[in-house]
């Protein structure tokens, strides 16, 4: 078995992403360096930079750049099933087939380690007396890191439960790896973004734009809380954004758009529209790319690809910026998602934020300019209802090999929304009503009233807020509701989810490897 299947072989990811020129009292002095390696690069300001940076890194090259990968956080939950067929998302349409060997299993979890060494690489390090930084720059680093390293935990232990707990670096092979329980995980995380929220800087106080801000941990941390059944430290973390005032709905046009037809919703997903520099009020964290800019991109970004429909496959139909470039229609939305979901009034369902109508836009075609109307197959995969809010196109990248498109990992209505979440689970449901009513009322819709509120009114909620933007799989399983709404709303996957698919199954090839430990498969699944 290859070493690139271990967890050891995820070592110093974050430190080789960048190089260094190391400098000395003269110009003519020269040390070599065979390799980089903590020991001789997280040494100084310099070298933690290229560390943080080295991190992120690994961050931003997550699930969105396999084939098919992205769309296992959707199809096989309430929102969608499959449009074009792919065989990493295929065992999520059919839970029969979901197994120990499925590459969706070990690509997020080699993906959360990396992230994970990473970060305890600079942890470490930051608690070296010989590097030569300040001490706020060695809580700064190690708060950045302690964020990272919780936002994989997080990931992993939603999707997986206990798993093995790593506060060490990894520097040479193991076999011998054990699970830790999932309220162990829990309470790393939570320490983790405590340590994060008191040491990070406000958005005033980041070094760069996209950086981490306290108020991201503190957006974390009261997901974390809930996780934990602490749902009044969860509320005291989302109010503590509320509070901070450096954050307001998007509720005015604004941005590179503002002056054409659109909506205030529709403007946050605007490419160019995106950043807090670029006027979006609500942003909290915002993964920055930029075109033209090396290392701006995310090579083969799924998003716009996977939400998209294939519409280029339906005859009449060109390539065409306004329809957000090229799609391949892996994500179709359930009828529940089209039909059932939205009020029509609600801005979130304007045709600015949901297409729903396609015209033929091939002006050699017969049928220019009629509106496309397709039967059977091609609702499935080439035309269908579908969010926006990853509308992207490049000209000199028409195939959308790339993307330059922000990402938003965290906006105030979502905080809002976490906060209804911990009023509702301690009783209180008129004050889930008012905070779910900030949300309705930006949106337009009409408010909820308190004894309407439930746990399945607050996650369509989320479906209509945060559509493509939560990673729904980890919402529902985080609220144990995963296999309920899947049987309800889903058709093609509801009959075959067993409730031992809660979670994913730990992946075979860590269970192989670790000949010195029991790395125990999570119930249900066999070899």
Request: proline share 4%; hydrophobic share 40%; charged share 20%.
């Amino acid at each position: 078995m290859k070493n690139s299947r271990k967890i050891y072989c995820l070592l110093l990811a974050g430190v080789m992403t960048t190089s260094f020129i190391s400098c000395s009292k003269s110009f003519l002095d020269e040390e070599l360096k065979s390799s980089y390696a903590p020991d001789n690069t997280l040494v100084d300001e310099l070298g933690f930079e290229a560390a943080s940076t080295g991190m992120l890194s690994i961050f931003r090259n997550d699930y969105g750049n396999t084939q098919g990968l992205m769309a296992t956080y959707f199809v096989g939950t309430d929102m969608a099933i499959t449009g074009q067929p792919n065989a990493v998302q295929a065992p999520f349409d059919d839970y029969r087939n979901l197994n120990s060997s499925v590459t969706a299993a070990s690509s997020i979890w080699n993906w959360c380690y990396k992230l994970i060494n990473a970060a305890n690489n600079i942890i470490k390090a930051s608690d070296n007396p010989g590097a030569s930084l300040t001490d706020a720059q060695r809580l700064l680093y190690k708060a950045e890191a302690s964020f990272f390293r919780a936002y994989a935990y997080n990931h992993l232990s939603i999707l997986y439960g206990g798993v093995p707990l790593l506060t060490e670096p990894v520097t040479k092979p193991r076999t011998d790896y054990t699970r830790a329980t999932e309220a162990e995980v829990i309470a790393l995380i939570i320490s983790d973004l405590n340590f994060a929220v008191t040491n990070l800087p406000d958005p005033a106080g980041v070094k760069k734009q996209g950086r981490i801000n306290k108020f991201a941990a503190a957006q974390l941390l009261a997901e974390a809380y809930l996780r934990a059944n602490k749902p009044a430290d969860a509320q005291k973390a989302a109010q503590s954004i509320i509070d901070g005032q450096f954050f307001t709905l998007v509720k005015n046009r604004y941005g590179i758009k503002a002056n054409q037809p659109g909506d205030a919703f529709a403007d946050m997903f605007t490419y160019g529209s995106m950043r807090r520099s670029q006027g979006n009020t609500e942003a909290i964290w915002v993964v920055e790319q930029q075109y033209n800019i090396t290392g701006g991109g995310a090579t083969f970004d799924q998003r716009r690809r996977e939400w998209g429909p294939f519409y280029i496959n339906v005859a009449g139909m060109k390539l065409a910026d306004s329809l957000g470039g090229r799609g391949i229609g892996r994500i179709r939305p359930t009828n529940w998602w089209t039909y059932e979901l939205y009020e029509k009034k609600d801005m979130r369902n304007s045709p600015y934020n949901i297409r729903r109508n396609y015209w033929y836009n091939d002006p050699a075609g017969a049928k220019y300019g009629q509106q496309v109307v397709v039967t059977g197959f091609d609702t499935i995969q080439n035309v269908y209802a579908h969010t926006t809010k990853w509308y992207e196109f490049q000209p000199n990248d028409p195939q959308g090999a790339s993307s330059f498109k922000d990402r938003i990992m965290m906006r105030l209505g979502e905080t809002y929304l976490l906060l209804a979440e911990a009023q509702l689970m301690q009783g209180d449901l008129a004050g889930a009503a008012a905070s779910i009513n900030v949300v309705r009322d930006r949106a337009g819709a009409t408010p909820v009233d308190a004894a309407a509120v439930t746990m399945d009114y607050l996650l369509d909620e989320r479906a209509r807020e945060l559509t493509a933007e939560e990673l729904r799989r980890l919402t529902l399983i985080r609220t144990k509701t995963l296999i309920t709404r899947t049987k309800k709303f889903n058709p093609k996957a509801g009959p075959t989810i067993s409730d031992y698919n809660i979670h994913l199954p730990i992946p075979q090839s860590e269970i192989d490897v670790n000949k010195d430990a029991v790395l125990t498969q999570n119930e249900g699944y066999v070899k």
